[in-house]
């Protein structure tokens, strides 16, 4: 499921590296834990990706998905 969702996290990437949190907050707590993205408590409707959870983000999106996405 944690990688279904980070590779979702891609879909709504803006602003380089932030996407929009909604959704669930115990995968996104894992993500977190993993380092993949910026902690996601808080007001902010988005959560940050680090570089290694961009990385990932995409890579997943195309496996999972079959395509490049637009970058």
């Known amino acids: 499921m944690d990688e279904a969702v980070l590779a979702l996290l891609w879909l709504t990437l803006h602003n380089e590296r932030r996407a929009w949190k909604g959704f669930d ?4 707590d894992r993500l977190h834990r993993k380092g993949l993205i910026l902690d996601p408590v808080g007001k902010a409707k988005s959560v940050v990706l680090t570089d290694q959870g961009l990385h990932r983000s995409k890579e997943l999106f195309t496996e999972l998905f079959g395509r490049e996405p637009k970058t």
């Open 25 to 28: 907050w115990d995968a996104l």
